[in-house]
């Protein structure tokens, strides 16, 4: 069951909304990889804003996705891709119904 999730919200610059796109597409493999991240989802908010809400079991499930490849390649390209730094928030999961899961 999932306790803690992170909320990132992410403003592409002009111009590069394709990029922010295929960088969030290109995460999914390797979230794939990360056993505590129960849910990974990449949206998109409107047309330049983008954001990541991922889900884990407990705090240290949290942790070790922060300290992961995507949350490093996120650091890495935000310069690049983000008109403003990345917004990241620790939230609390208060109900959820996921895939073969009972609530």
Known sequence: MVKVALFVRLEAKPGKEKEVESFLVSGLPIVNEEPATIAWFGIRLGPSTF?????????????????????AALMAKAGELFSEPPSIENVDVLAAKLPGEQA
């Not at 884990?56 to 490849?69: I, V, W």
Request: avoid cysteine.
């Open 51 to 71: 954001g990541i809400f991922d889900a884990f079991p407990d705090e240290a499930g949290r942790q070790e996705h922060l300290s992961g490849k995507v949350a």
